[in-house]
């Protein structure tokens, strides 16, 4: 798309969101007063985020690269890269059955009326203050015994570099899951980076390819499950790079 059409586009994206955020957010609002009740309040989660997906002309096709599959009835901490605003959706996409809980920035917060909603469903964490990490694992344990499984892009958040493949992982994800001994479901999104990156002036709809790489086991220490997952995440990015002609 040219330039023009993509500040449309994006115009677009921004038009929508503030339409689902207004609908489907003062139900998620309501029923958050509840802890009992968030496996409703995550169907219109589930609705906000099929509607700015397909909303914005993408779809997603499910590659599963692992004899393992999903439990209904196991919580687990869900893991992928990190390329654009449309990671988010994904995993609720994918996860009918399993209400997720995102590990967010709090800065998110200071945004008009989805903040308000925001810090009412995410476990928020202050990246500049080892109080509020440290007090991460706690709360998404609380979540996780209440039925609610994790999310957390452990890139910490998407690289400056657009060069960069795949950056660094904290060990957030890796703690917890070895302290609290949850299964990890590792994931890789290829295509959202060209498709629907932080640079308004470029993009496009299309198809994103979704890996469901592994389920590693939390028994291992988490230096070794941050090693592991990284390497599954990597080796399909690799594998999709398009060689320069």
């Not at 439990?71 to 890269?81: L, P, R």
């Not at 009918?96 to 308000?116: A, D, R």
């Not at 941050?226 to 790079?241: D, G, H, Q, V």
Request: hydrophobic share 45%.
């Amino acid at each position: 798309m040219t330039v023009f059409f993509n500040y449309l586009w994006r115009l677009w994206f921004v038009i929508l969101a503030v339409i689902a955020t207004l609908f489907f957010g003062l139900f998620v609002y309501f029923l958050t007063f509840n802890p009992k009740h968030y496996k409703y309040c995550y169907f219109f989660i589930r609705l906000w985020c099929f509607t700015l997906f397909f909303g914005m002309g993408f779809r997603y096709k499910l590659i599963k690269e692992t004899q393992k599959n999903i439990e209904k009835n196991q919580q687990y901490i869900f893991i992928s890269n990190h390329t654009s605003i449309m990671d988010i959706m994904l995993p609720c996409i994918l996860m009918p059955n399993h209400p997720l809980v995102y590990v967010g920035k709090k800065e998110l917060v200071k945004i008009p009326i989805f903040g308000q909603i925001y810090k009412r469903i995410c476990v928020m964490v202050d990246r500049e203050s080892a109080r509020s990490r440290a007090d991460v694992y706690r709360r998404c344990a609380e979540r996780m015994q209440e039925g609610q499984s994790i999310v957390i892009f452990p890139e910490g958040g998407v690289p400056d570099d657009t060069s960069v493949l795949l950056a660094d992982f904290k060990d957030g994800a890796f703690t917890l899951a070895t302290k609290h001994q949850f299964p990890l479901a590792v994931f890789t999104f290829v295509g959202l980076k060209e498709m629907f990156p932080f640079d308004n002036k470029i993009g496009h709809p299309g198809k994103v390819k979704v890996y469901f790489n592994a389920i590693l086991d939390s028994s291992e220490k988490a230096s070794v499950l941050k090693l592991k997952a990284r390497e599954e995440i990597k080796k399909t990015l690799e594998k999709n790079i398009k060689p320069n002609i």
